[in-house]
C-alpha cells in the first residue's frame, strides 16, 4: 500500500520561510514522479512544482523565483523549500506521486501552510 505523508507546515509570518517533506513508502520511490500542490480556502487545487525521476524540475509562475524542490531518493522524499513567503501563499499543501512505470497517481493528506502576521 502506497502511503504519502506530508510534513512542515506551519504558520509563518511574510517573509519567512518553510521546508515540507513528503515521504513516500510502500513502492519504489525512484521511479516516481513527484510533485507539490495547494489549495486555497474557496479555490481550485493548483499545480505548484514538480520534479522527474531524473532530478528535472518545473514550477508555477507565482513560486518560481521563491520555491526549490528536490528529492533524496534514499530517504524516499520529496521536499519543497519555500522563501519569501507571502499572504497568498497560504493553503493546504499536498504531495503528489504518480509510478511511472504503472500510471498511478497517489496523494498524500496535506500540510497546512499559513502566512500571516
Known amino acids: 500500500q502506497v502511503q504519502l505523508v506530508e510534513s512542515g507546515g506551519g504558520l509563518v509570518q511574510p517573509g519567512g520561510s518553510l521546508r515540507l517533506s513528503c515521504v513516500v513508502s510502500?513502492?519504489?520511490?525512484?521511479?516516481?514522479?513527484m510533485g507539490w500542490y495547494r489549495q486555497a480556502p474557496g479555490k481550485e487545487r493548483e499545480w505548484v512544482a514538480a520534479?522527474?525521476?531524473?532530478?528535472?524540475?518545473t514550477y508555477v509562475d507565482s513560486v518560481k523565483a521563491r520555491s526549490t524542490i528536490s528529492r533524496d531518493n534514499a530517504k524516499n522524499t520529496v521536499y519543497l523549500q519555500m522563501n519569501s513567503l507571502k499572504p497568498e501563499d497560504t493553503a493546504l499543501y499536498y504531495c503528489?506521486?504518480?509510478?511511472?512505470?504503472?500510471?498511478?497517481?497517489?496523494w498524500g493528506q496535506g500540510t497546512q501552510v499559513t502566512i500571516s502576521s
Open positions: 510502500g513502492s519504489i520511490f525512484s521511479r516516481y514522479a
Open positions: 503528489n506521486g504518480r509510478d511511472t512505470i504503472w500510471s498511478r497517481t497517489y
Open positions: 520534479i522527474t525521476t531524473g532530478g528535472s524540475t
